[in-house]
């Protein structure tokens, strides 16, 4: 049990397109989905916090403009990069809570993200 | 503020016992977890402590102590396949939020 399912692994796009990255709980509901960046050898950094049917949560310095987030189940998240460029390229990883035990994130398999 | 600190990277042989160890300075602190991250993929969860003393899984062990700030990860019979990163994240639950430290890496050789 606990599945998060992430798509796309990974994605390569032009300077100034648009990405959008999925999440999914498969056997759970997920009332909240985290959504987290990772840069090279460092460690996971959240970026926000959202919940089914309310305004995604924020962190300090994040672009809520440029990283939407949308949490219209309480089984899908979206993530999308709005006019991507090169600094953006990161890999970009999403988890979720379940209902029960909310404390304890499973997490999806990443997305690559890769802008020319 | 949230702090974590765990070493960076760690060598064990094969068969071996190997302990992570991981210091936190945390507001708001509910528990702490252990994920396993291979490289390029997403981390797996290991364990969760709440509760001080030493929570036994498998191979794997967790310890933490609140009153230190201290947890570790002790990782018994050391398997090839567990050369991986081991990231320490500390739960705050008036936050609901979950802050990783940098995480270990761990090489097993043979």
């Known amino acids: 049990g606990a599945v998060v399912s992430q798509h796309p692994s990974r994605v390569i796009c032009k300077s100034g397109t648009s990405v959008k990255i999925e999440c999914r709980s498969l056997?759970?509901?997920?009332?909240?989905m985290f959504w987290y960046r990772q840069f090279p050898k460092k460690s996971l950094m959240l970026m926000a916090t959202s919940n089914e049917g309310s305004k995604a949560t924020y962190e300090q310095g994040v672009e809520k403009d440029k990283f939407l987030i949308n949490h219209a189940s309480l089984t899908l998240s979206t993530l999308t990069v709005t006019s991507a460029h090169p600094e953006d390229s990161s890999f970009y990883i999403c988890?979720?809570?379940?209902?029960?035990?909310?404390?304890?994130?499973?997490f999806g398999a990443g997305t690559r993200l890769s802008v020319l | 503020g949230q702090n974590i600190d765990q070493p960076t990277e760690m060598t064990a042989t094969e068969g071996a016992i190997v302990q992570i160890n991981c210091t936190y300075q945390?507001?708001?602190?509910?528990?702490l977890f252990w994920y396993q991250q291979h490289a390029g993929e997403a981390p797996t969860f290991l364990s969760y402590n709440v509760l001080d003393g030493l929570e036994e899984k498998g191979r794997f062990s967790s310890f933490l102590s609140r009153s230190k700030g201290y947890s570790y990860l002790l990782l018994k019979e050391l398997q090839m396949k567990d050369s991986a990163s081991y990231l320490c994240?500390?739960?705050?639950?008036?936050?609901?939020?979950?802050?990783f430290g940098t995480g270990t890496k761990l090489q097993v050789i043979p």
């Open positions: 056997d759970f509901q997920a009332t909240t």
């Open positions: 945390t507001s708001g602190f509910n528990g």
């Open positions: 994240a500390a739960y705050s639950g008036g936050y609901q939020k979950v802050t």
């Open positions: 988890s979720a809570s379940a209902t029960v035990a909310k404390n304890i994130q499973y």
